[in-house]
Nanobody
Framework: VQLQASGGGLVQAGGSLRLSCAAS????????MGWFRQAPGKEREFVAG???IFADSVKGRFTISRDNAKNTVYLQMNSLKPEDTAVYYC?????????????????WGLGTQVTVSS
């Protein structure tokens, strides 16, 4: 599976962005998708997985949706905070569990930068 994330940018605190992750190759419907992020000087951290699994830091502000017809998964990010600033990565896994563990994801896209100004 080849993944390409897009939709990042610069937004003011309180604003919204929608990230997209387009997949090609292996049948998209057979994999589960997750989102991670990495801020400067920090380790990569889990953001969201599947359709309902979210890190506590984004719960209530971020949502996931997917369009199998377009082989695309979306991360809608609302009420953005400066601490959400990071490079965001989408990833795919054949396993529908252990969402927060980067090791279960066999496929990663290049990241997209999200910058939230205060």
């Amino acid at each position: 599976v080849q993944l390409q994330a897009s939709g990042g940018g610069l937004v003011q605190a309180g604003g919204s962005l929608r990230l997209s992750c387009a997949a090609s190759g292996r049948t998209f419907s057979s994999v589960y998708m997750g989102w991670f992020r990495q801020a400067p000087g920090k380790e990569r951290e889990f953001v969201a997985g599947g359709s309902t699994i979210f890190a506590d830091s984004v719960k209530g502000r971020f949502t996931i949706s997917r369009d199998n017809a377009k082989n695309t998964v979306y991360l809608q990010m609302n009420s953005l905070k400066p601490e959400d600033t990071a490079v965001y990565y989408c990833a795919a896994t054949p396993y529908g569990s252990n969402w927060a563990n980067p090791a279960v994801y066999g496929y990663w896209g290049l990241g997209t930068q999200v910058t939230v100004s205060s």
